[in-house]
């Protein structure tokens, strides 16, 4: 009797072997938790500490004694504005964070389940906050922090890269 068990238990270990998730996929999608939760907790974070930076009321003057490039003038300005911006939509910033955290977060765990469906919400929930946050701030890639706001793609789009290669083991 006991010899029968035994082979029951290694054909079902055989059965859950198969149905694993792949390393690369279950790598990705444990980041993809994690991303999502920092986000919501930076979301928070700033959308607090923005309220703190423009009450502090901090101007950027330029030391009398020393002569700086006008550069470092301008990028002070426009850090300020930004600050200005973004306190102005703190709350219309913390929305949209939590939403496209929240699409992260249920697109991963789509692709968990290996429902291609899961991808296309991911990419597109990934893409949304650094579009966003760029079209409610009103930065333009003609200005220096609208070049700098294109880094924040840099990481959505490796991901969905990584994703993509990733898609051979997701079904319907």
């Excluded at 035994?6 to 059965?15: F, G, N, R, T």
């Excluded at 930076?53 to 550069?71: C, G, H, S, W």
């Excluded at 990934?126 to 840099?154: K, V």
């Amino acid at each position: 009797m006991t010899d029968t068990n035994e082979v029951k238990d290694q054909l079902a270990y055989e059965v859950y072997e198969t149905e694993t998730l792949p390393q690369g996929l279950n790598v990705l999608t444990i980041l993809t938790y994690v991303g999502s939760a920092y986000q919501l907790l930076k979301a928070v974070y700033s959308y607090f500490m923005v309220a703190v930076q423009v009450k502090a009321d901090m101007t950027f003057k330029r030391p009398e004694n020393k002569k700086l490039p006008e550069i470092f003038d301008r990028f002070f300005i426009d850090a300020k504005k930004m600050v200005q911006r973004e306190y102005d939509n703190r709350t219309l910033l913390l929305i949209v964070s939590i939403l496209t955290a929240a699409g992260c977060f249920y697109g991963a765990l789509q692709m968990r389940k290996r429902k291609k469906a899961g991808f296309a919400v991911y990419a597109v929930s990934e893409l949304a906050y650094p579009l966003a946050f760029m079209i409610i701030t009103g930065y333009s890639l003609n200005s220096l922090f609208g070049l700098i706001m294109l880094m924040g793609f840099i990481f959505p789009l490796l991901f969905i890269i990584l994703y993509t290669y990733q898609r051979k083991h997701l079904t319907l």
